[in-house]
């Protein structure tokens, strides 16, 4: 079946350090993939999406780019902020488009000032 | 707007109990979503209702059971609780079903501890 596979946590970096969070997939066809983050206390959010290969999802200085020949959709910042800090979590959905997300496990950040 | 309500907050029940969870989604969506959230397994999909039907049902024991009013509210309800059903229970809503159509709005979930 579909799966996601997230670099282990937790990831701990200085403020205005380079962010590089991998994500690969396994999946048939062409999946929909998303990032959400999750800050303490709080639900689960959508950060960025893409649809199809070659896609860039973009948000909040946030960016992914959808590669079908590597399976892959790595979440990257060139500058993270203090506020950064939370859990960053891989998603798919298959191209019906009718299946839930299957998530990746999550990766936490925290930046330290 | 309003966002997605999850009641209770937290709770805390024995083996043997049974427990329903509470989601009020953001006014207007039709979709509501459930998922467990533990440390070893990540985020599971329970199942999905869509205008008061079930269209997606996770892997699951028959334990683990769900409905929607027709306000689609939705609950979830697990009997005979085990201590690894103890976990965060996620909330989604959405306008429509499939995640392709809009994005998913989580609540703050529902924090079971089972002793």
């Known amino acids: 079946g579909d799966s996601v596979t997230q670099m282990e946590g937790p990831v701990t970096l200085s403020e205005e350090a380079f962010l590089t969070i991998n994500c690969t997939y396994t999946?048939?066809?062409?999946?929909?993939l998303f990032w959400y983050v999750q800050y303490p206390g709080e639900g689960l959010q959508l950060l960025l999406k893409?649809?199809?290969?070659?896609d860039k999802g973009s948000n909040k200085g946030f960016e992914a780019t959808y590669r079908k020949e590597t399976t892959s959709f790595h979440l990257e910042k060139g500058s993270v902020q203090v506020s950064d800090s939370a859990v960053y979590f891989c998603?798919?959905?298959?191209?019906?488009?009718?299946?839930?997300?299957?998530f990746g496990k999550g990766t936490r950040l925290s930046v330290i000032a | 707007k309003a966002g997605v309500t999850q009641t209770p907050r937290y709770l805390i029940k024995t083996r043997g109990q049974q427990v329903t969870l509470s989601c009020s989604p953001i006014s207007g969506h039709r979709s509501v979503s459930w998922y467990q959230q533990t440390p070893g397994q990540g985020l599971q999909f329970l199942f999905e209702?869509?205008?008061?039907?079930?269209?997606n049902k996770g892997n699951f024991p028959g334990r683990f059971s769900g409905r929607q009013f027709s306000n689609s509210r939705s609950e979830m309800n697990v009997s005979t609780l085990e201590l690894g059903d103890s976990a965060l229970y996620l909330c989604?809503?959405?306008?429509?079903?499939?995640?392709?159509?809009?994005?998913?709005?989580f609540g703050e979930g529902s924090r079971l501890t089972v002793l």
């Open positions: 998603a798919l959905s298959d191209q019906s488009g009718n299946t839930p997300l299957v």
């Open positions: 989604a809503s959405s306008l429509e079903s499939g995640p392709n159509t809009g994005e998913l709005f």
């Open positions: 209702y869509f205008s008061e039907t079930q269209r």
């Open positions: 893409a649809t199809k290969a070659d």
């Open positions: 999946a048939t066809g062409y999946p929909s």
